[in-house]
Nanobody
Framework: VQLQASGGGLVQAGGSLRLSCAASGRTFSSYAAGWFRQAPGKEREFVAAISRGGGSTLYLDSVKGRFTISRDNAKNTVYLQMNSLEPEDTAVYYC????????????????????WGQGTRFTVSS
């Protein structure tokens, strides 16, 4: 499966942004998905994950209540809605996917994923 992330840019603190990750090549409904981010000089960090059917989600503590991961399997797309953005959210955001045989499977480490998008960058200004 090929992943294409989009939606980055510049946003003010307190603002909102939605990232999209479009998948092609395979039946995306068979894949669990996640979002990671990497700030300059830091390791790649888990942000959110969603099961293949969308019924289960998992979040980094610092984004709970602000970020929402969702998916539309009919459109082969995963979304990350981000509200109340903070300068600390500035990073390159990557979407990732892995074929999953379990309906509720969620994965929170980079090594769990087989497919990665190219990353989309956004900056939150204070």
């Amino acid at each position: 499966v090929q992943l294409q992330a989009s939606g980055g840019g510049l946003v003010q603190a307190g603002g909102s942004l939605r990232l999209s990750c479009a998948a092609s090549g395979r039946t995306f409904s068979s894949y669990a998905a996640g979002w990671f981010r990497q700030a300059p000089g830091k390791e790649r960090e888990f942000v959110a994950a969603i099961s293949r059917g969308g019924g289960s989600t998992l979040y980094l503590d610092s984004v709970k209540g602000r970020f929402t991961i969702s998916r539309d399997n009919a459109k082969n797309t995963v979304y990350l809605q981000m509200n109340s953005l903070e300068p600390e959210d500035t990073a390159v955001y990557y979407c990732a996917a892995r074929r999953s045989i379990m309906t509720a499977q969620l994965m929170a480490t980079p090594r769990d994923y087989d497919y990665w998008g190219q990353g989309t960058r956004f900056t939150v200004s204070s």
